[in-house]
């Protein structure tokens, strides 16, 4: 009698199962997910969000006062930790969102890429995968201008021209600059205010 023995090459190869949004929104339906929970699609893959810390909420906050909504008024929503669709497989909740103006105030539906100005992430510890990750699907949705607010190196970030999974085109702001969205180059808004610290 023989015994064949598989060889490694034969193994199976654990399959990756990925969520599509309709999915993700059926967990939350089936109470498997609650408004509570601090979850994001990314490439399929439910991604748990650390807790908010001090210095982020302050970023946030910050960037919030900051911008002048008298010259955003009837041009831009500015948009707080909510949802953008960025395709079947991807909806994260970025810490901030400029988007087109509309007078439903996306009522009907999340904001899809074309609807985004400018997308904004407030990084301490989630600075590499805010950089990598995240970038890297705003690129593929082709998101115009995405700003790392980088806790770590007390800067902006601003990443423009999206070309397949990356930006062509990053500039970084410190200390007693200044930073502009490319939307709005008259808005200037000082990255002390910002980064703080």
Request: proline share 8%; glycine share 4%; net charge negative.
């Given at each position: 009698?023989?015994?064949?023995?598989?060889?490694?090459?034969?193994?199976?190869?654990?399959?990756?199962?990925?969520?599509?949004?309709?999915?993700?929104?059926?967990?939350?339906?089936?109470?498997?997910?609650?408004?509570?929970?601090?979850?994001?699609?990314?490439?399929?893959?439910?991604?748990v969000?650390p807790?908010?810390?001090?210095w982020?909420?302050?970023?946030?906050?910050?960037?919030?006062?900051?911008?002048?909504?008298?010259?955003?008024?009837?041009?831009?929503?500015?948009?707080?930790?909510?949802?953008?669709?960025?395709?079947?497989?991807?909806?994260?909740?970025?810490?901030?969102?400029?988007l087109?103006?509309?007078d439903?105030?996306?009522?009907?539906?999340?904001?899809?890429?074309?609807?985004?100005?400018?997308?904004?992430?407030?990084?301490?510890?989630?600075?590499?995968?805010?950089?990598?990750?995240?970038?890297?699907?705003?690129?593929?949705?082709g998101?115009?201008?995405?700003?790392?607010?980088?806790?770590?190196?007390?800067?902006?970030?601003?990443?423009?021209?999206?070309?397949?999974?990356?930006?062509?085109?990053?500039?970084?702001?410190?200390?007693?600059?200044?930073?502009?969205?490319?939307?709005?180059?008259?808005?200037?808004?000082?990255?002390?205010?910002?980064?703080?610290?």
């Open positions: 009698m023989t015994t064949q023995v598989a060889s490694p090459a034969a193994a199976a190869v654990p399959a990756r199962r990925r969520f599509t949004v309709a999915e993700y929104y059926s967990m939350a339906d089936a109470g498997i997910l609650s408004e509570n929970d601090r979850v994001e699609l990314l490439d399929g893959d439910l991604i969000m807790p908010i810390g001090n982020h909420a302050f970023s946030v906050n910050s960037i919030v006062v900051v911008f002048p909504s008298t010259l955003l008024e009837n041009r831009a929503i500015l948009s707080v930790q909510n949802p953008v669709r960025l395709d079947n497989y991807n909806e994260p909740q970025p810490d901030i969102m400029l087109q103006w509309r439903d105030f996306y009522r009907n539906g999340h904001p899809a890429p074309g609807d985004v100005l400018l997308l904004i992430e407030a990084a301490d510890s989630s600075v590499e995968f805010d950089r990598t990750v995240k970038l890297q699907a705003y690129a593929r949705a998101i115009p201008e995405v700003w790392i607010v980088s806790r770590p190196e007390l800067r902006i970030e601003a990443y423009t021209e999206p070309a397949g999974n990356e930006y062509t085109t990053v500039r970084y702001f410190g200390p007693s600059e200044t930073v502009a969205p490319q939307a709005f180059p008259n808005i200037t808004l000082a990255v002390d205010r910002i980064i703080g610290d």
